[in-house]
């Protein structure tokens, strides 16, 4: 893990309250062990702008393909689960958390998931258009079913970085 990322996980987890009682119940891994660190979108100017919508507080969803999840290398998110978000460059920008994850298929994810991811005119049009695509350049151009499961996680921030120090 990086210095950059390290000093933001120790930051971010005191001012986000992460470790609400540390010397009574004595040290755990969610105090001491960063969570994973990841990006929004496939490319630096994907992650650049989708983190400026979740800054901006207009991006409190995402959502992926369980079939992403198949290789074992990324574990699907619950309910709790905290992550780093960085930005294009792969600095640490936010510290999120996870509030509720459900699969459904793809032609069930509403108009409601699709404004909370912020993206576009905040339609489900839009989110169904733009996610078909992705889906099918993530899958390695499999195609994307109107039954294919996908992972509706929504989130909050608990802490940004001040980037006026960057």
């Given amino acids: 893990m990086s210095d950059e990322i390290q000093s933001f996980w120790d930051d971010a987890r005191l001012r986000a ?9 004595g040290v755990n891994a969610r105090e001491t062990l960063a969570p994973p660190v990841w990006s929004f979108g496939a490319s630096p ?19 992926s393909a369980l079939r992403d999840y198949s290789d074992g290398d990324d574990v699907v998110p619950t309910d709790g689960d ?3 978000i960085t930005d294009g460059a792969g600095h640490p920008r936010a510290l999120i958390q996870t509030t509720q994850v ?4 793809f032609a069930e994810v509403g108009a409601a998931h699709a404004e909370a991811e912020g993206e576009g005119d905040l339609s489900l049009e839009h989110w169904r258009e733009v996610h078909r695509a992705f889906f099918e350049k993530s899958g390695g ?4 079913t109107d039954d294919m499961p996908v992972v509706l996680e929504e989130f909050i921030v608990l802490h940004a970085a001040d980037t006026a120090d960057s």
């Fill in 17 to 25: 309250k992460v470790n609400r009682v540390p010397g009574y119940l």
């Fill in 45 to 63: 100017e994907e992650a650049d702008e989708l983190l400026a919508l979740v800054l901006a507080g207009t991006k409190t969803a995402t959502s």
């Fill in 82 to 84: 905290l992550s780093i």
């Fill in 102 to 105: 459900r699969t459904v298929p």
């Fill in 141 to 144: 151009g499999a195609p994307v």
